[in-house]
């Protein structure tokens, strides 16, 4: 994926990706740095990354018999759309998918988000892919491109950021739109929301996981798993001819 998207969890305890032989990154959003750590606590109750995709969080981080002021805090969905990065650095194909926040306050003032990405599709190229679009997965093991994927494949996709705060951060609203400065859903992604909804707009996203499936469609690969190196690193591809 690659330009856009934010994080949750329980009281205990945030691309775009990592490695093969070289570590790649790539997501919908992929200006955002993966510096930091996960809490391993949090990592722990992610058992499936495909379910703690689409799943309900407030299922997961609200139990249904407490009452806190630290209740987790849900935004969204916001419509959104952005050009997908591949690990090769260009931009492979065009996506759509509904954004999902979960903001969770913890004890220790800090706060953890997540950031979903559900109902998603994609189709390619992206609206600024070079005449010849390396796949997605095609750098993700060698600085050599590995295939190309050709025009008008489409497809489905999934995933999450757990997003991390830098410290001493407050958080300055907590008003329903993506953009609680200019009260708007418009143009949605991950840094609008955390500057418009925290006193610091740089944060990291340590953790992520996207799943892209496309069917036949002729290709070589078609499922992609880009994720970061603690959610087991890159995976396959949506390829269509091997070689540039």
């Known amino acids: 994926m690659k330009r ?50 689409t799943v309900d969080l407030s299922t997961v981080l609200d139990p249904p018999a407490t009452t806190s002021a630290n209740a987790t805090q849900h935004y969204g969905p916001y419509t959104s759309g952005s050009t997908d990065s591949g690990t090769c650095g260009n931009d492979w194909a065009n996506d759509m998918f509904d954004r999902h926040f979960s903001v969770k306050p913890n004890n220790d003032g800090t706060f953890t988000v997540v950031e979903q990405f559900k109902n998603g599709s994609f ?11 390396f796949s997605p997965g095609g750098c993700q093991s060698s600085t050599t491109p590995a295939g190309t994927v050709n025009a008008g ?24 739109h993506c953009n609680a400065v200019a009260m708007t859903n418009a143009n ?21 996981f996207f799943h892209y499936s496309a069917g036949n469609q002729s290709l070589i690969y078609h499922e992609w798993k880009n994720a970061s190196a603690d959610r087991g690193g890159n995976n396959g591809d949506i390829r269509s001819t091997n070689g540039p």
């Open 153 to 176: 494949i489409t497809g489905s996709l999934h995933g999450y950021f757990i997003i991390s705060l830098p410290l001493l951060t407050i958080q300055t609203s907590t008003d329903s």
């Open 123 to 133: 189709v390619t190229p992206a609206s600024d892919s070079p005449p010849i679009n």
């Open 4 to 53: 856009r998207l934010l994080t949750a969890l329980l009281a205990v305890a945030a691309t775009s990706i990592a490695l093969g032989v070289v570590q790649a990154t790539a997501s919908p959003e992929s200006s955002q740095s993966t510096a930091g750590v996960t809490s391993p606590a949090l990592l722990a109750l992610i058992t499936n990354n495909d379910l703690f995709s």
């Open 188 to 208: 949605c992604d991950t840094a609008t929301f955390i500057s418009t909804h925290f006193s610091n707009p740089n944060y990291d996203v340590p953790t992520f």
